[in-house]
């Protein structure tokens, strides 16, 4: 249910990708080009923008399935949230990848809920008020919370949107 949600807010896609590569092949490439990590929580992922690391992905690769998502670098505006979950199904014309993309971390649930209850008690609390200005307040507050709630996610669709795009021109790539 929650997935069929979050694809309809686009913070989830699916993308097939089919390459003339073998599923060996591409796992030698897959290593090559992507830094080993398990993807976890990480105290010290907030200072992985100082290494110096020539690869633009992390992650990890199995016989069947990889995940991976990009690497912070310094300077760099772009947010990058967003996870690849993928399956890689080979056959006789190279490798079919079923890629899951996902934006949605399980801290941005724990983000909205406050988000939600900040909000709903800040104006039940002016509501109760007995002030003539608390009217004027509301619309100001609501257009606060908008902002607070559609910034995080059109910052997660673009996310979602970039991942997608360069893992297609890198695998693309890796078959050359």
Do not use: C
């Amino acid at each position: 249910m929650m997935d069929s949600i979050l694809k309809k807010l686009h913070l989830i896609k699916n993308i097939e990708i089919s390459l003339p590569i073998s599923k060996l092949e591409f796992s030698k490439r897959f290593r090559e080009n992507v830094t080993e990590s398990d993807l976890g929580f990480n105290l010290f992922s907030g200072f992985e923008v100082f290494s110096s690391n020539k690869n633009d992905y992390k992650g990890f690769i199995s016989n069947t399935t990889f995940k991976l998502k990009r690497i912070r670098k310094l300077f760099d505006n772009n947010a990058h949230m967003a996870i690849a979950n993928g399956k890689i199904i080979e056959d006789t014309n190279g490798i079919h990848l079923k890629i899951e993309v996902k934006a949605y971390t399980k801290f941005l649930l724990f983000f909205y809920s406050f988000l939600v209850f900040f909000y709903s008690v800040f104006l039940i609390g002016i509501l109760f008020t007995e002030q003539k200005q608390t009217f004027f307040i509301i619309p100001f507050i609501l257009i606060h919370a908008a902002f607070m709630i559609l910034i995080p996610y059109f910052i997660l669709k673009r996310s979602l949107k970039k991942l997608e795009s360069g893992l297609e021109k890198e695998f693309y790539y890796w078959t050359k």
